[in-house]
Every structure is written in structure tokens, then in C-alpha cells.
């Protein structure tokens, strides 16, 4: 009998303790996935739904959208300032609470009120996804099948301009227009993910040879470039073979060979490196623009993508060159554990390895063909081709035609599109974006800048 009444009083005291401290949240359903702007958010804690509200972290979104985002302690207020009202900007009095308060929450000078009281999770604030949609001024679309939320930023209605500054491009803009804080030098181009390519595959190896031979070879002309270029052509034409894993992991090892390495190297052991270079360029342009056609994308621009992420394949971040992996897919800044979803993908010709960052391939063409697959689902919401292998894990996370042309891709396929830091400081300013456009900076006008080096349009 006494032992029955301590059990009684030890599950009384239990009960008790978990009914005033309660734990948010209790979270046995598979995971919420947030994404913004098609990318996914990638942080901790996770979004999870409570009372039938999705709760999202309000630091990570809110920086993701490029906000800055304050916690004050000593009133236990969230602050988000987006910089719409300028820098001047400052709280209205506080309403008196008690110090347990639950959190307030304001957007610049203005409380958002919610019917679900935000909630702090391993010292971060969660916040209801109405919040975003209601006084962010985001598109928030909610999938229950797969239980992923989609916030997107809603774009100003275009405007025209009065007098054009600079000449238009062949084909008309896009949907969007010049800001006023673009410079007359950096008008919206407007130019598709879809098309036909314009440049041939002497011409985009030909700008990535002389990006590298001058390193190697100080001093090299115009016209020896074109040499090394107009053989390795011949060469390779007579006798293809797609590029492989070795070549490309030979290119990387010899582009980052030290300087004094390079300074002892004789007349023609520096011939036959420069022959190797412009062959293997060659052979990734070739398979690039095969790919590009495949797909109806641009395969000419989407290796200049590739060359602007891997800095003409001499690689140097979390990505080497043996993944195959020219474009950065699934390298989110979290090493791998493995145990990644392919979310369709053939897992013999994509899987991901511990410890490691980003998709491995099994080959560069498969490689290749994922980033088209994946810049497919930015620039169109059509099907992909019947009768290919889904190879990009992360297509089915990307909301469907949100970046139909190059420049859109700044701020959706990279995050935040623009350069941080010396000697540019957007993060500063108040639209870091549109200054960075204002510059020619942006992840997509990067990309055309290297493309327009062959001379094309």
C-alpha cells in the first residue's frame, strides 16, 4: 500500500510539472519545410505547426529577406526593421506586461498582433507564417501533401520608364523594369534561361582558357590563345570523347598549382599543360551546349554559371572537383550525413557522401544535365522532357518558373545574390539588391558579364 501511494505521489508531482512547463512542440509528424524565394531555409530550429499554425524562426527569415532583425531583451520585443521607412526609425511607447510576458513582435513602428502568441525554442523566436504574409508583405502559399511552406517576395508592379538611356536589347525586357537606382549601365536585359545557344564552344572555352593561361603563362597573346583554342578543336573533334572526372580533376589540380611551381615548368612541359587546359575547357563547353539543347536552355550561359561558381573549375569551397558537381547543387553550408532525400533523383547516378557538401555525380555529363534539370524548374513550370532521369535532388523544391530569365536568379537560386563584405558592403544599405544592380553585381548579372566575354549577345 505505501508503495502504491509514493507511485501515486510521484506521478501527481510528473503530471504537475509537465502541465507548467510546457514544451513546444511536441513533434512526431514528419517536418515542415520552409522555403523562400524557391530556396530552402536551412536552420534550427525547424518550422513546425502549433494550434494549426505554421510557426517559422524569425531571425532566419527575416535576414533571409534581407531585414534586420533585433531581440531586446530587457522589453522582450522582436524587432524587425526592413528598411522601407529609412534608418530613422524607432519604437512607439511599450504597453506595461509583467516580466514571464510572452515575446511582442514589431515590424518597424507597427505591433503585428497574432491569434497565436509567438513561442522561443532553443533561444530562438517562432513566429506564425501569418505574420510574414500579413506585415512582410510576402506571398506565403502553404503544400499540405508535402507539408512545405513557400514564401516569396511579391515584385512591384513594373514601371515604364521616361526616356530609355541606354539601347535596348534584342529581345524586349521581362517583366521587370529599371529602378530608379540603376545606374544607365545596368538595365534590366531581360535575357531567357530558354533558348538557343549563341555562342559556340570555341568561343566560351576560348574566355575560360584565357582566364587560366594567365596565370601560367604570363604575357600570352590574343592570338596564341586563339592557337591553343583552334587546335584543341581539331583535336577534340576528330576524336571526341566526353570529358571525365579525371580530366576535370587534373584541370582543377594544375590551375592550382603555386606560382613558383609554375615558374620552373620549361617551354614545352608549359605547351603541353596550356594544350590540356583549352582541350578540357573544350570538352565541358561541348557537353554543355549538348545538355543546353537537350533541355531548350541556354547551355552557353549555364557554363559560365558553372565557371563563376567553381572560379573556372579551380574549385576552393565546400565542393571538389570529383562530385561532378559544377554548379553547386545541394551545398547548403550543413555537411552531408548520407541519409539526404534524392527526392526521386536515380540514386545510381546521384547520392551524397558523409561528412562531405553538395550531390556527388557520377559522371561530369550527369552533372551537367542536373544543373539544367534544376535551371529548367527556375525558368519554366512545364514538365521536364519525357524519358529523362530526374538527376537534380533538390528540382522538386524549387517553385516552378520563378526565374525565367538569368537575372532573376539572384536572390533565388543564390542567397542572397549579391556580394557581402569588403569593399562593397551592400548588407549596409537600405535595398543591398538594387544597389548591387545599380553595380552590375548581382549572382545573374555576374554570369552574363562572363558570358558576354565571347562577344555574343
Same mark, same amino acid.
Given at each position: 500500500?505505501?508503495?502504491?501511494?509514493?507511485?501515486?505521489?510521484?506521478?501527481?508531482?510528473?503530471?504537475?510539472?509537465?502541465?507548467?512547463?510546457?514544451?513546444?512542440?511536441?513533434?512526431?509528424?514528419?517536418?515542415?519545410?520552409?522555403?523562400?524565394?524557391?530556396?530552402?531555409?536551412?536552420?534550427?530550429?525547424?518550422?513546425?505547426?502549433?494550434?494549426?499554425?505554421?510557426?517559422?524562426?524569425?531571425?532566419?527569415?527575416?535576414?533571409?529577406?534581407?531585414?534586420?532583425?533585433?531581440?531586446?531583451? /530587457?522589453?522582450?520585443?522582436?524587432?524587425?526593421?526592413?528598411?522601407?521607412?529609412?534608418?530613422?526609425?524607432?519604437?512607439?511607447?511599450?504597453?506595461?506586461?509583467?516580466?514571464?510576458?510572452?515575446?511582442?513582435?514589431?515590424?518597424? /513602428?507597427?505591433?503585428?498582433?497574432? /491569434?497565436?502568441?509567438?513561442?522561443?525554442?532553443?533561444?530562438?523566436?517562432?513566429?506564425?507564417?501569418?505574420?510574414?504574409?500579413?506585415?512582410?508583405?510576402?506571398?506565403? /502559399?502553404?503544400?499540405?501533401?508535402?507539408?512545405?511552406?513557400?514564401?516569396?517576395?511579391?515584385?512591384?508592379?513594373?514601371?515604364?520608364?521616361?526616356?530609355?538611356?541606354?539601347?535596348?536589347?534584342?529581345?524586349?525586357?521581362?517583366?521587370?523594369?529599371?529602378?530608379?537606382?540603376?545606374?544607365?549601365?545596368?538595365?534590366?536585359?531581360?535575357?531567357?534561361?530558354?533558348?538557343?545557344?549563341?555562342?559556340?564552344?570555341?568561343?566560351?572555352?576560348?574566355?575560360?582558357?584565357?582566364?587560366?593561361?594567365?596565370?601560367?603563362?604570363?604575357?600570352?597573346?590574343?592570338?596564341?590563345?586563339?592557337?591553343?583554342?583552334?587546335?584543341?578543336?581539331?583535336?577534340?573533334?576528330?576524336?571526341?570523347?566526353?570529358?571525365?572526372?579525371?580530366?576535370?580533376?587534373?584541370?582543377?589540380?594544375?590551375?592550382?598549382?603555386?606560382?613558383?611551381?609554375?615558374?620552373?615548368?620549361?617551354?614545352?612541359?608549359?605547351?603541353?599543360?596550356?594544350?590540356?587546359?583549352?582541350?578540357?575547357?573544350?570538352?565541358?563547353?561541348?557537353?554543355?551546349?549538348?545538355?543546353?539543347?537537350?533541355?531548350?536552355?541556354?547551355?552557353?550561359?549555364?557554363?559560365?554559371?558553372?565557371?563563376?561558381?567553381?572560379?573556372?573549375? =579551380?574549385?576552393?569551397?565546400?565542393?571538389?572537383?570529383?562530385?561532378?558537381?559544377?554548379?553547386?547543387?545541394?551545398?547548403?553550408?550543413?555537411?552531408?550525413?548520407?541519409?539526404?532525400?534524392?527526392?526521386?533523383?536515380?540514386?545510381? =547516378?546521384?547520392?551524397?557522401?558523409?561528412?562531405?557538401?553538395?550531390?556527388?555525380?557520377?559522371?561530369?555529363?550527369?552533372?551537367?544535365?542536373?544543373?539544367?534539370?534544376?535551371?529548367?524548374?527556375?525558368?519554366?513550370?512545364?514538365?521536364?522532357?519525357?524519358?529523362?532521369?530526374?538527376?537534380?535532388?533538390?528540382?522538386?523544391?524549387?517553385?516552378?518558373?520563378?526565374?525565367?530569365?538569368?537575372?532573376?536568379?539572384?536572390?533565388?537560386?543564390?542567397?542572397?545574390? %549579391?556580394?557581402?563584405?569588403?569593399?562593397?558592403?551592400?548588407?549596409?544599405?537600405?535595398?543591398?539588391?538594387?544597389?548591387?544592380?545599380?553595380?552590375?553585381?548581382? %549572382?545573374?548579372?555576374?554570369?552574363?558579364?562572363?558570358?558576354?566575354?565571347?562577344?555574343?549577345?
Amino acid at each position: 500500500m505505501l508503495r502504491f501511494r509514493k507511485l501515486c505521489v510521484f506521478c501527481a508531482f510528473v503530471l504537475g510539472f509537465l502541465l507548467l512547463f510546457p514544451s513546444y512542440p511536441a513533434r512526431a509528424e514528419s517536418p515542415v519545410l520552409c522555403f523562400i524565394d524557391g530556396q530552402e531555409l536551412i536552420c534550427d530550429p525547424a518550422p513546425f505547426i502549433v494550434n494549426g499554425r505554421t510557426m517559422v524562426p524569425l531571425r532566419a527569415v527575416g535576414e533571409t529577406l534581407g531585414m534586420d532583425v533585433h531581440w531586446l531583451q /530587457d522589453v522582450r520585443v522582436a524587432w524587425i526593421i526592413t528598411g522601407k521607412k529609412g534608418s530613422d526609425i524607432s519604437l512607439p511607447p511599450l504597453p506595461e506586461r509583467d516580466s514571464p510576458a510572452g515575446p511582442l513582435i514589431f515590424v518597424d /513602428d507597427v505591433q503585428v498582433p497574432s /491569434d497565436v502568441d509567438p513561442v522561443i525554442v532553443n533561444g530562438r523566436i517562432m513566429i506564425p507564417i501569418s505574420a510574414v504574409k500579413n506585415y512582410l508583405g510576402m506571398k506565403v /502559399d502553404w503544400y499540405e501533401d508535402a507539408r512545405h511552406v513557400h514564401i516569396t517576395r511579391i515584385q512591384p508592379p513594373a514601371e515604364v520608364p521616361e526616356e530609355p538611356t541606354t539601347v535596348v536589347p534584342e529581345e524586349p525586357p521581362g517583366d521587370e523594369e529599371p529602378s530608379e537606382q540603376e545606374s544607365p549601365g545596368h538595365k534590366y536585359l531581360g535575357i531567357p534561361i530558354m533558348g538557343q545557344a549563341k555562342a559556340g564552344a570555341a568561343d566560351m572555352a576560348r574566355v575560360a582558357f584565357e582566364a587560366a593561361a594567365s596565370r601560367i603563362c604570363p604575357g600570352i597573346t590574343e592570338s596564341e590563345s586563339a592557337g591553343y583554342i583552334s587546335r584543341a578543336k581539331n583535336s577534340v573533334e576528330s576524336q571526341y570523347h566526353e570529358v571525365t572526372t579525371l580530366e576535370v580533376v587534373n584541370l582543377t589540380s594544375i590551375l592550382n598549382r603555386s606560382t613558383a611551381e609554375l615558374k620552373q615548368l620549361s617551354p614545352a612541359e608549359r605547351d603541353q599543360i596550356l594544350n590540356f587546359i583549352a582541350s578540357t575547357y573544350y570538352k565541358i563547353a561541348r557537353l554543355y551546349l549538348e545538355k543546353g539543347q537537350q533541355y531548350g536552355i541556354r547551355g552557353d550561359i549555364a557554363f559560365f554559371q558553372a565557371a563563376h561558381e567553381t572560379g573556372w573549375w =579551380r574549385f576552393g569551397g565546400l565542393v571538389t572537383p570529383e562530385q561532378n558537381n559544377y554548379c553547386g547543387l545541394g551545398a547548403t553550408g550543413k555537411a552531408a550525413t548520407a541519409d539526404e532525400p534524392l527526392r526521386g533523383a536515380n540514386p545510381s =547516378r546521384v547520392w551524397f557522401v558523409e561528412g562531405k557538401h553538395g550531390a556527388f555525380f557520377d559522371t561530369p555529363a550527369t552533372g551537367i544535365e542536373a544543373q539544367m534539370q534544376h535551371l529548367y524548374a527556375y525558368a519554366t513550370t512545364r514538365d521536364l522532357p519525357p524519358g529523362v532521369d530526374l538527376l537534380s535532388p533538390r528540382y522538386r523544391l524549387v517553385t516552378k518558373g520563378i526565374a525565367p530569365n538569368w537575372e532573376d536568379l539572384g536572390g533565388k537560386w543564390a542567397v542572397p545574390g %549579391y556580394p557581402r563584405g569588403a569593399p562593397y558592403y551592400y548588407e549596409t544599405m537600405p535595398d543591398p539588391f538594387a544597389a548591387a544592380f545599380a553595380d552590375g553585381r548581382t %549572382y545573374g548579372q555576374t554570369i552574363l558579364a562572363l558570358y558576354f566575354r565571347t562577344g555574343c549577345s
